[in-house]
């Protein structure tokens, strides 16, 4: 079959489950990896193989900078203790405790190959389990967690398989948890360096370009420029690209223009989207290949067959979820003491207690990061074949398992998400303060436009009727569920989309008699357009 008929037929598959899954109640990736997993047995389907460095050095920089320039970095910061414990000291203590068990029941494979498939297994990945939690109305702080953890926890492992590997290959002396831990500040510290570094010229670069176009560009290549100088150093260039993104997301607001934001927030989000999905399908495609070499090579040396290999995957992923709980319970525990004494209403709202520590443990689903990484592992590796179908089935059980699961155990335990009306009022009362601040500018004595020309009266009061009717219209969607019927700015909404229908379809109209030159149409279509996307917004700032 032809590359590119291939690449449709994923591409529909994709758009179709993602249409359709939520309208099951099911987490997209979960059903992506599923069908995936049925068309590759399905008679006359090639075998499907990626190699690994695609997955860790093409695919993974753009969906880590993706994911960190959507993370406020306040969030990062105010969770950095939690994250840090998951994404570190938790990777490492569950890739000594996988591998060494490891090592314990396969007699041929030495500890270092081990720890290389611990380190493998360890890293979540947290787009099921964020998708499901937000459809859910999960508390922000839990969601918070778990996507700082899993844009961290890649570079812990990475660091760790390859000084594991290292050692397997006998370039390096495995130094054990002491040289890991060497090895891995190096690798970070260089790395949060070239990120920052990265993420500072290319934010004041293209703060110069006044082309969102351009701008955007630009944007797609900073994951490797980030990426790339870090990993010919010896850094975790996954860290590089998560820290240049964060710095990124965080600059964009003070020095990016309104379309230029807008414009790059809807690249990436499609990138993000095919890209993510597309890596789920791909971990379904690969299953049939994973398996019938891990078979062939079960039978050539007669001592570990794949099922075999399939009950040590079913058995390190208990092992890692064990683990987990004894990490997170404690960890949730100490933030809630601390935090209680300052603020126990809001401790409670966060759901940091033990409900929040069962969800938080649940939600640590492995993905396509693990298959990659343990398709890296050397050729000569022992029980090479069966460690990669060992990582295939962590990743499919947590996947399938825990996240056919989470929603059921989000209701049991009944964890409370986010109250929308407070969150309405905390708005309103913010879009009050921008209102007194920009109110300011119209009260200077000496008010003038740029150019020196006397601003009429009426456009003054104009502008400040905008900035009141924007204010009332926050505080009519905060009040809006303790009043019958639709808001006065809700009916302004929905009576001036009517409107621009009608306006649409007569721009059409004109259009179709040919009385206008295209420039015209052009320019009143990009008019409706956006007039029409700020009334669709569901963010509340809508007013007038």
């Known amino acids: 079959m032809r590359p590119e008929l291939v690449g449709i037929i994923c591409l529909i598959i994709i758009v179709g489950v993602s249409v359709f899954s939520p309208k099951l109640r099911l987490a997209t990736p979960i059903v992506l990896v599923v069908i995936g997993i049925g068309i590759s047995f399905i008679p006359g389907v090639p075998p499907i193989h990626v190699p690994s460095e695609i997955i860790l050095a093409g695919v993974l920089p753009p969906l880590l900078y993706a994911s960190a320039i959507n993370l406020p970095l306040f969030d990062f910061r105010r969770n950095f203790a939690s994250i840090s414990v998951l994404s570190v000291l938790l990777v490492f203590v569950s890739a000594f405790a996988t591998g060494f068990l490891l090592f314990v029941i396969l007699p041929d494979l030495n500890l270092a190959a081990a720890i290389a498939l611990g380190a493998v297994i360890s890293p979540t990945d947290a787009v099921a389990a964020t998708s499901i939690g937000k459809r859910l109305g999960l508390p922000p702080r839990l969601i918070a967690v778990l996507e700082g953890e899993s844009l961290v926890n890649d570079a812990s492992a990475l660091v760790l398989l390859r000084t594991a590997v290292a050692a397997t290959a006998g370039t390096i002396a495995f130094g054990g948890f002491g040289g890991v831990t060497l090895d891995f500040a190096y690798s970070s510290v260089v790395a949060i360096g070239v990120g920052l570094v990265v993420g500072f010229v290319t934010v004041f670069f293209r703060s110069k370009l006044n082309d969102s176009v351009l701008t955007t560009a630009v944007s797609f290549i900073i994951p490797f420029l980030a990426y790339i100088p870090a990993e010919a150093i010896g850094a975790s260039g996954v860290l590089s690209v998560v820290v ?301």
Do not use: C
């Open 244 to 544: 240049a993104g964060l710095y990124t997301g965080h600059q964009s607001a003070k020095h990016f223009t309104a379309s230029a934001r807008i414009s790059e927030r809807l690249n990436w989000r499609t990138i993000q989207f095919l890209l993510e999905n597309g890596v789920f399908l791909l971990m379904g495609l690969e299953l049939k290949d994973i398996f019938m070499n891990a078979a062939r090579s079960g039978h050539e040396s007669d001592n570990l067959n794949a099922i075999e290999a399939i009950g040590l995957g079913v058995m390190a992923a208990i092992v890692l979820l064990v683990i987990r709980y004894l990490f997170v319970g404690p960890l949730l525990a100490i933030q809630r003491a601390r935090a209680g004494r300052r603020d126990p209403q809001a401790v409670a709202n966060e759901a940091t207690g033990w409900r929040g520590g069962v969800v938080l443990t649940w939600a640590g689903m492995r993905g396509v990061v693990t298959v990659a990484a343990a398709q890296s592992l050397p050729e000569a590796t022992p029980y090479r074949n069966q460690l990669i179908l060992i990582a295939f089935t962590v990743s499919f059980v947590t996947l399938v398992f825990q996240g056919g699961t989470l929603p059921t155990v989000i209701r049991l335990l009944r964890v409370k998400g986010v109250d929308e009306s407070a969150d309405h009022a905390r708005f309103a009362s913010l879009v009050d303060e921008l209102r007194a601040a920009g109110l300011q500018v119209l009260e200077a004595p000496d008010l003038s436009l740029p150019g020196g020309e006397t601003v009429d009266e009426s456009v003054v009061d104009r502008v400040r009727s905008d900035a009141d009717l924007r204010s009332e219209s926050a505080w009519e969607r905060a009040h809006a569920e303790h009043s019958a019927g639709s808001a006065p700015h809700e009916q302004y909404r929905i009576l001036r989309l009517e409107v621009l229908r009608a306006e649409r379809a007569a721009l059409l109209d004109a259009r179709s008699r040919g009385e206008f030159p295209s420039r015209i149409l052009v320019r009143a279509q990009l008019m409706l357009d956006q007039e029409e996307s700020r009334l669709q917004s569901t963010d509340g700032a809508e007013g007038h």
